[in-house]
């Protein structure tokens, strides 16, 4: 007679091992995202050989960061593996740019202090929504309704100049970008049950649900600093 309970039991195992490994890669490239905007960021803030030649091409630096973001971002599952890890470190080169003027705005420690404060809570949601058996897509559509309120208010602040608009856009911003961290982490999940048993798919996943928590780590991070930051 079969034993079904075993079977099961090392089925599970099997598979609790292979979403384990499919997240590990997908912080890894996360945070190799995070380490090459940072590195990047620091490099065309204090060396001129590099600064002087992309400011000088500025618009072909903000052409190239709208079509990475809209045409070929986008299009990374249908990629190769390989291309889609060129075009997310791609994007984190590019990105970096506009990362780097907090290096001047705020003193170096509290950029640090900020990013490792970023860290904890960062690790803290996506454990929770690796863990969690709660649905959070309610909770997503709420982060990303908050997000995109965020973007209009900012762009009438741009007009008004208020620092309460500020204050509060921010504060939604930390706080969407908190959920977001919890609900893309259980949508990265779904995504390896949906592409687990195929390795190409599931390489590609990997890749663009880094995308999503790099997005999170740096919007949450960029808006905490402003709330904690201790300006020059």
Known sequence: MI???NRSQAQTSTYDEGLRAHMLKVYNYMATGLGISGLFA??????????????????????GIIAMAFLVLPRMMSMTEA????????YAVLLSISIAPIFLIYTGESV?????????????????????????????????????GVFFASLINIFIGSSTIHFITSAVAVIASIALTAYDTQKIKQMYYYF??????????????ALQLYFDFVY?????LQFIGDRR
């Open 112 to 148: 640090a202090r900020t990013f490792f404060i970023t860290a904890s809570v960062f690790l803290g949601m996506s454990l929770y929504g690796y863990t969690t058996k709660k649905d959070l897509t309610s909770l997503g559509m709420f982060a990303m309704i908050g997000v995109l």
């Open 220 to 224: 949450m991070f960029i808006n905490l």
């Open 196 to 209: 687990g048993n195929n390795a190409s798919m599931a390489g590609k996943a990997a890749v663009m649900g």
């Open 3 to 5: 034993d079904y309970t």
């Open 42 to 63: 620091y490099l065309f803030m204090t060396v001129p050989a590099i600064q002087e030649p992309i400011m000088a091409l500025k618009w072909v630096w903000l052409i």
């Open 83 to 90: 291309g889609a890890k060129m075009a997310f470190y791609g």
